[in-house]
């Protein structure tokens, strides 16, 4: 079955960085556009970014210029580099298959003095 399975969250000061990563299997991983989520205390899960071979990438105007979506087909991995971060990006992360209803388990990212 499809698996998602996402890793990399932790504390991190304002202004510093944080890479997310996510470990697909059960499917054909580069046939698939990927996306990252975010759910904040609080707040309704939100579209952070997605990448795909037909549309490139995509991502939320609250991270852009400061998140990279990437992926390595070979591995069946997506990643989130995330700079520059904010303590209003505090949030569990989540890793889904954008057309699908495919989630990953979440990881928590804490930006936080």
């Known amino acids: 079955q499809v698996q998602l399975v996402e890793s990399g969250g932790g504390l991190v000061q304002p202004g510093g960085s944080l890479r997310l990563s996510c470990a697909a299997s059960g499917f054909t991983f580069s046939t698939y556009a990927m996306s990252w989520y975010r759910q904040a205390p609080g707040k309704e899960r939100e579209l952070v970014a997605t990448?795909?071979?037909?549309?490139?990438?995509d991502y939320a105007d609250s991270v852009k210029g400061r998140f990279t979506i990437s992926r390595d087909n070979a591995k069946n991995m997506v990643y989130l580099q995330m700079n520059s971060l904010k303590p209003e990006d505090t949030a569990v992360y989540y890793c889904?298959?954008?057309?699908?209803?495919?989630w990953g388990q979440g990881t928590q990212v804490t930006v936080s003095s």
């Open positions: 990448i795909s071979s037909r549309t490139g990438t």
């Open positions: 889904k298959v954008k057309y699908q209803n495919y």
